[in-house]
């Protein structure tokens, strides 16, 4: 099995900064991709930031130039470092990672983390 465990949340006040981690767990084989997704109070969860093997990078338009993710490799982390933050940006954070395990080797399988709350307010 595998467990994503995240850290980094919190309340932060309008144009403050705040950076999630996200540790994966387990019987991994190789983590395809990572990303982060949030979800705010009454909406859908959506994709905020992705990176695949390879280091290519994808941000959803509401946070492009102001959210940064990054991965580390060895330590089967992704984190998310987030600059000028809004109080649209509040919302429940949720690791996610596409991964090789040794119980299903042969496709990637899909996991979350519990989810991380991110407050932006005055």
């Known amino acids: 099995q595998v467990q994503l465990l995240e850290s980094g949340g919190g309340l932060v006040q309008p144009g403050g900064s705040l950076r999630l981690s996200c540790t994966a767990s387990?019987?991994?084989?190789?983590?395809?991709?990572m990303a982060w997704y949030r979800q705010a109070p009454g909406k859908q969860r959506e994709l905020v930031a992705r990176v695949i093997t390879g280091g290519s990078t994808d941000y959803a338009d509401s946070v492009k130039g102001r959210f940064t993710i990054s991965r580390d490799n060895g330590k089967n982390s992704v984190y998310l470092q987030m600059n000028s933050l809004k109080p649209e940006d509040t919302g429940v954070y949720y690791c996610?990672?596409?991964?090789?395990?040794?119980?299903?080797?042969?496709?990637?399988?899909?996991?979350w983390g519990q989810g991380t709350q991110v407050t932006v307010s005055s």
């Open positions: 996610n990672a596409g991964v090789r395990s040794s119980t299903s080797p042969w496709r990637v399988a899909d996991y």
């Open positions: 387990g019987t991994i084989i190789r983590i395809d991709r």
